[in-house]
């Protein structure tokens, strides 16, 4: 089976977990980067800095590496390597026009 067939598979018969699977995965992110916040915090703030700064670090520190993790472990159960193919579907960048469309709509949203 080529690679393109197998993305095509993966689209049409994509693979579903439970409910349960599914509320963890979302609420687990939200909970890790709670429990840096509450510690980092005060932290922040007795060095001077407001406590946001411990929310916007806990993406690079905690959110970003846990969510890039668990999508590799994806791949390796699937491909037996470290790997996004075939995790990560439709991976064509967009064609220049769509992106300049998009910027447009997005720049006039934003006006009013």
């Known amino acids: 089976m080529t690679a393109q067939e197998n993305i095509n598979q993966t689209l049409t018969d994509p693979k579903q977990h439970s ?8 609420l687990l992110p939200g909970l890790l980067i709670l429990l840096f916040y509450i510690v980092t915090a005060p932290i922040a703030n007795k060095m001077g800095f407001p406590s946001i700064i411990a929310l916007l670090i806990a993406i690079g ?6 969510e890039l993790g668990f999508l590799l472990y994806q791949g390796k159960k699937e491909n037996g ?7 990560v579907l439709l991976r064509e960048p967009m064609p220049w026009w769509r992106n ?5 709509i997005c720049c006039r949203g934003s006006r009013g």
């Open 19 to 26: 409910l349960a699977k599914s509320i963890i995965l979302h």
């Open 61 to 66: 520190v905690v959110l970003i590496p846990f």
């Open 81 to 87: 390597t470290l790997s996004l193919k075939g995790i």
């Open 100 to 104: 300049c469309t998009s910027a447009a």
